[in-house]
């Protein structure tokens, strides 16, 4: 088996990529595994650290906008358009694959394409409930959609052959017990509450961590633990100072710019208050936390909230959007979570119904079926 993969740009493309690898060589050690991916991308660095050999090709996306960066960007990208299909179809002329799989991002476009062209088997996996364009653009020409959700089919063409499989979760999320994470960070049995916007951060949740630290940093109802991020590194501190909230000596409360032990945090949580990416939802559903919802708005086709409608449409989170935001209707949903133990255990247990946890078993299992058959 030779298989080729490709995805990029960020970490829920890639992720699922590398997982899908590793499943294939897992269950065929004979299995030749390589990664097509922008040389400048976060890829380049995560495939070689996962041990398979990395194609490099480049290409960009197209920005919306007519500044002069934005236009020297596209005139680029253009360029990039021209020479990434004759870099995929050279990448695929000499590794010569039995299969190739796209998990999303500007750079599986072209060779999922020239694959699926060449009348190499070909399928794509969408993480999100709102497809990417890429992936959009993709179904009509594969043999396989995996899709993380069933909503995703609704945009996406309707004579594609679809299998909902979820996505690929990190194992190392799932080794952690709640008592066992609590006594690693001494933890008693108060109610905890674990935000988080992501390595760079988020206003919007620095706000709703702020505005819970305030309600609770006298009390000391819950146990709290906040990651501010990069952009929260100066700003976070100046938020809590103006609310007059010093937390030296403060046990119930833990702020820092990231959370390096977050197994350990998200298994130790009763309550999740983040963003809405498609692998974070993932691993809220695995562990069975409930959550608040905050979708970034800033993100392509507004696919965070999508993906959080699926979760409140099933009992399983919260949503809010930032438009919606304030500190009473935040200290409100709070206030009802600690008062209705019932209600929290509930949004969990919704939350853990809808995990799936062989993802790439069942896409490693349903391609080679697709394989013998032809």
């Not at 030779?2 to 899908?20: D, E, F, K, S």
């Not at 897992?26 to 041990?51: F, I």
């Amino acid at each position: 088996m030779r298989l080729l993969v490709t995805g990029g740009g960020t970490g829920g493309h890639i992720n699922p990529a590398l997982a899908i690898a590793q499943c294939f060589v897992q269950n065929d050690p004979n299995a030749e595994v390589l990664y097509a991916g922008t040389p400048t991308g976060m890829e380049a660095r995560l495939v070689k650290e996962a041990g398979f050999r990395f194609a490099p090709i480049k290409v960009k996306g197209f920005r919306r906008s007519l500044s002069p960066s934005a236009v020297r960007h596209n005139v680029q990208a253009v360029a990039e358009a021209v020479t990434s299909r004759r870099r995929a179809n050279e990448i695929i002329r000499e590794f010569k694959p039995d299969l190739v799989i796209g998990t999303g991002g500007y750079v599986s476009g072209p060779v999922v394409l020239a694959a699926a062209k060449a009348g190499i088997p070909t399928a794509v996996h969408e993480q999100n409930a709102f497809p990417g364009v890429t992936n959009r653009l993709l179904a009509k020409h594969v043999d396989r959609v995996f899709l993380a959700v069933g909503e995703a089919k609704e945009h996406l063409d309707p004579h594609a052959a679809y299998m909902v499989v979820g996505n690929p979760v990190r194992q190392s999320i799932l080794k952690k017990s709640k008592e066992d994470a609590r006594r690693e960070l001494h933890l008693d049995g108060r109610m905890c509450v674990l935000s988080f916007g992501g390595s760079l951060g988020a206003d919007t949740i620095n706000k709703i961590a702020a505005d819970l630290i305030e309600w609770n940093h006298r009390s000391g109802l819950i146990s709290h633990i906040h990651g501010y991020g990069r952009l929260g590194k100066e700003k976070f501190p100046a938020l809590l100072k103006e609310k007059g909230i010093d937390l030296s000596g403060n046990s119930t409360i833990r702020v820092s710019e990231y959370i390096h032990d977050m197994d350990v945090c998200m298994a130790a949580a009763d309550l999740v208050i983040c963003r809405a990416g498609a692998i974070t939802i993932s691993e809220i559903e695995a562990t069975g936390k409930a959550a608040i919802l905050v979708p970034s708005p800033n993100v392509t086709a507004n696919h965070q909230y999508y993906n959080a409608r699926v979760l409140e449409k099933r009992g399983a989170a919260i949503l809010l959007e930032e438009k919606d935001y304030s500190t009473q209707k935040v200290i409100s949903i709070i206030e009802s979570l600690y008062t209705n133990q019932e209600k929290l255990a509930l949004l969990s247990q919704n939350a853990a119904s809808l995990a799936v946890f062989d993802t790439a078993e069942r896409i490693y299992r349903e391609m080679t079926s697709f394989l013998s058959k032809k």
